[in-house]
Nanobody, 118 residues
Framework: QIQLVESGGGLVQPGGSLRLSCVAS????????????MSWYRQAPGKEREFVAS????????EYTDSVKGRFTISRDNWRSTVYLQIDALKPDDTAVYYC???????WGQGTQVTVSS
């Protein structure tokens, strides 16, 4: 079964940047990472998990939730089976656990903590 491992989270001051990575492994034989649409979600303390960004498999079309447009950039490297989330101009409201999600198999990663604080 496909597995996702996120990394790159940490403590950063407001206005700072981070680059999150999500590496996929265990992909079913006959499929490759490039078959899957990928997404990032986040869950802040006491709140529900919310959609952040997504990228399609072939045409690399992207979507973002309104609150991150212009600050977050999702990308992927199919050769490395990796999806990235570049997050810039961080705000305290961006503090959350960030999760990678693969559509189709409907699998979540374990999450990586992003904390924005001075």
């Amino acid at each position: 079964q496909i597995q996702l491992v996120e990394s790159g989270g940490g403590l950063v001051q407001p206005g700072g940047s981070l680059r999150l990575s999500c590496v996929a492994s265990g992909i079913t034989a006959g499929y490759t990472f490039s078959h899957y649409d990928m997404s990032w979600y986040r869950q802040a303390p006491g709140k529900e998990r919310e959609f952040v960004a997504s990228i399609t498999n072939v045409y690399l079309s992207t979507e973002y939730t309104d609150s991150v447009k212009g600050r977050f950039t999702i990308s992927r490297d199919n050769w490395r089976s990796t999806v990235y989330l570049q997050i810039d101009a961080l705000k305290p409201d961006d503090t959350a656990v960030y999760y990678c999600y693969v559509q189709g198999p409907a699998v979540w990663g374990q999450g990586t903590q992003v904390t924005v604080s001075s």
